[in-house]
């Protein structure tokens, strides 16, 4: 080709004075500039915006990155001679270099999950299969490391060609992750922050040096047990609510008593209680009689059989369902206070028709109000001959007792100081007591004679 061919192609080739690239999509990661057919003076324009990158590759070598900002691409700018060299001394190939755009914004609302449920191992439940899902953005940070390893000569590239990799990369990551932190099932939840840190600490290292970019946020939205997992610890925390296994199954004998009584149309309001009192004796064996000598359920008197018949109780008198200790009776408010007063920390429920469920002793007014206070028990801080410690009063009047000349310290709540132990009213009320008279020396006098 001559001189003047060459010269008659160049001039049908369109002069760029500016070089630059607006982006209107969202998942556009890299697009190669058009130069084909067009000339590049030695004084055209390169505008990079921000979130930008222009990366010059020459003769297929990647020549320079440039980040935001404007450059005059003229052949004294050291990093472009080799780029342009062609267009000062080589007019017959001017073309012989690309450049490609790379937008180095955060994309955002990527999308990640567990394909299939994973096994972990839980301390509690033991192994159990759970599943993930969330999202995660990034962006690249190393445009050159980019294009070296993903991109090479694709002239546009969509988020859409990575995100499938860093998916599948992050999720067996994520696998991994939960498995070295030993968290609690139950406490999975009050750790997902923590645990997408962790992920983003652990992920940016190998993917910035495979791929060029960085994991900007990793957000783990939910974990999930199977639906089978789900139901039985909705059920054991159904449990835990209600408290006593063998009372829950005695409130839902009582409430298949109700249900079959109010249903006449099995045939008349008769057969319907008759099988309500079925279901409840039923119900009453299966769940709470089993393994205790033929005991029943009996609307009217609780559970009975096995032991020692139980009275009716007084006519006229209010009665409770009261259940405590694996059996059931129907008593008095004065009955079941007497043996609440008997063990106050013991789980007493009580129960009355209409109520929705079983209440404890200290939320019936009839029965608290009738409940004995408790003896307070009186204790000081010790520190003397016996050692130091806790000690009740009656330890404090036995340890006197045994060394009356000895030093005794006590102090309690209220107290300026250490004290005597002689000087504390209630144990000195407590030495001058004495033992109690023996019999016949006191007491009321003999009745008069007839």
Do not use: C
Not at 300 to 325: I, L, N, R
Not at 365 to 392: C, M, N, Q, R, W
Not at 414 to 438: I, M, Q, T
């Amino acid at each position: 080709m001559g001189i003047w061919d060459t010269l008659t192609s160049h001039a049908k080739a369109q002069f760029l004075d500016v070089i630059d690239w607006t982006d209107d999509s969202s998942d556009t990661v890299v697009y190669r500039f058009p130069v084909f057919d067009k000339a590049i003076t030695d004084q055209s324009k390169l505008i990079v915006r921000e979130g930008q990158a222009a990366v010059f590759v020459s003769e297929g070598q990647l020549s320079d990155v440039f980040g935001p900002g404007t450059y005059t691409l003229d052949t004294r700018n050291t990093p472009i001679t080799s780029f342009f060299q062609t267009i000062k001394y080589g007019l017959s190939y001017p073309y012989k270099g690309d450049i490609l755009f790379v937008n180095t914004r955060q994309f955002t609302e990527n999308r990640w999950g567990t394909a299939n449920p994973f096994m972990m191992r839980d301390a509690e439940f033991g192994p159990v299969r759970v599943r993930a899902f969330g999202i995660y953005s990034f962006r690249v940070t190393d445009p050159a490391e980019f294009i070296r390893q993903i991109v090479g000569t694709d002239g546009l590239f969509t988020r859409d060609e990575i995100t499938g990799q860093l998916k599948r990369k992050l999720v067996s990551a994520l696998v991994d992750t939960i498995g070295q932190a030993r968290i609690p099932v139950l406490d999975l939840a009050a750790n997902y922050m923590d645990l997408g840190d962790a992920m983003r600490d652990r992920m940016n290292p190998a993917v910035q040096e495979a791929y060029g970019i960085t994991i900007s946020d990793f957000t783990i939205e939910n974990i999930s047990l199977p639906e089978e997992v789900e139901k039985a610890l909705d059920a054991r925390t159904k449990m835990g609510v209600l408290g006593n296994l063998d009372a829950y199954a005695k409130l839902q004998a009582a409430d298949a008593i109700g249900t079959a009584a109010a249903n006449t149309g099995i045939g008349g309001a008769g057969i319907g209680m008759g099988v309500g009192f079925g279901m409840g004796n039923m119900m009453g064996n299966q769940m709470a009689g089993m393994g205790q000598g033929g005991a029943h359920f009996n609307p009217h008197t609780g559970m009975a059989g096995g032991g020692a018949a139980v009275p009716p109780p007084v006519p006229g008198a209010e009665t409770f369902h009261y259940s405590f200790g694996g059996s059931q009776q129907q008593l008095t408010a004065d009955a079941i206070a007497s043996e609440v007063a008997k063990n106050r920390t013991g789980k007493h429920l009580i129960w009355q028709a209409g109520w929705a469920g079983w209440k404890p002793w200290t939320e019936v007014p009839a029965i608290a109000g009738k409940v004995p206070p408790a003896a307070a028990t009186l204790s000081f801080h010790y520190h003397g001959d016996a050692g130091p410690g806790e000690k009740s009063l009656d330890e404090v009047i036995a340890i006197l007792k045994a060394s009356p000349d000895g030093t005794h310290h006590l102090w309690a709540e209220g107290f300026d100081g250490w004290k005597p132990a002689k000087d504390v009213p209630e144990v000195a009320a407590a030495l001058s007591a004495g033992p109690p008279p023996p019999p016949g020396s006191g007491g009321p006098p003999p009745p008069p004679a007839s």
